[in-house]
């Protein structure tokens, strides 16, 4: 599938276009992104695999890379407004509907995803019915000429099978490093509440949309410089 992409996807340019689709679906108010807003997302501590610390000139470099590679596109604001902002085209030019493209994010994003991971992962951007609906989302994107994504083999040590993207490096290569076994804690203490996880990316991603609307106010609707 990177074939239609002129390419595959670096690992920078991935973590730009799953941040910018995450945050179209999860909080549109402050959608298209700002750079400080991408930065921050692209370097959250939750729901990213690996972490990173990319700084503003890297992320430019990268905006700069993809918009040459028709994936992302500049929203240049009218009437004084501060700051170019920026949205993804990738579901345009992969020809993805909502469901397929909050799967693809997820993958994008954390690497290769178990059908429960990715149904849990992806709710924010589309509710899934079942495991089996993720399923046959997925299945209909690997079946498509140019596969989106791949059904990995289950790994010695694994309960289940993994699903991997193939818009950038061999699945094999993303697969990610086993977790660490959890250090014992005293006797006693309550272990975190269930669904902490994505509590704590929503709060992020509050914070972020207002870091955004601090950084540039003004409402942005023009797709080319002003001339």
């Known amino acids: 599938m990177a074939d239609?992409?002129?390419?595959?996807?670096?690992?920078?340019?991935?973590?730009?276009?799953?941040?910018?689709?995450?945050?179209?679906?999860t909080v549109p108010d402050t959608y298209p992104m700002t750079m400080r807003g991408l930065q921050t997302a692209c370097n959250q501590k939750?729901?990213?695999e690996p972490v990173t610390e990319h700084t503003e000139a890297e992320l430019q470099a990268t905006l700069d890379e993809l918009k040459a590679r028709h994936l992302?596109?500049?929203?240049?604001?009218?009437?004084?407004?501060?700051s170019t902002k920026f949205r993804h085209v990738l579901d345009e030019q992969l020809g993805l509907d909502a469901a397929e493209l909050a799967l693809v994010t997820v993958l994008l994003l954390r690497g290769p995803q178990t059908l429960n991971e990715l149904r849990t992962r992806s709710?924010?951007?589309h509710a899934f019915g079942s495991n089996d609906e993720v399923a046959a989302v997925l299945e209909g994107l690997?079946?498509?000429?140019?596969?989106?994504?791949v059904h990995l083999p289950r790994q010695p040590g694994q309960k289940e099978s993994r699903w991997a993207h193939l818009l950038g490096d061999s699945p094999d290569q993303r697969e990610p490093a086993p977790a660490p076994a959890p250090a014992p804690g005293p006797t006693g203490v309550t272990p975190p509440p269930a669904g902490?996880?994505?509590r704590?990316?929503?709060?992020e991603e509050r914070v972020a949309a207002l870091e955004a609307l601090l950084t540039d106010p003004d409402h942005t609707t023009e797709e080319?410089?002003?001339t």
């Open 46 to 48: 939750n729901n990213r």
């Open 142 to 149: 690997a079946a498509r000429t140019e596969p989106v994504v």
């Open 4 to 25: 239609a992409l002129d390419g595959p996807l670096t690992p920078i340019q991935q973590r730009v276009l799953g941040a910018l689709a995450e945050k179209a679906a």
């Open 123 to 125: 709710e924010r951007a």
């Open 196 to 198: 902490l996880e994505a």
């Open 72 to 82: 992302v596109r500049f929203v240049y604001a009218s009437h004084g407004a501060r």
């Open 200 to 203: 704590v990316a929503e709060l």
């Open 224 to 226: 080319t410089p002003p």
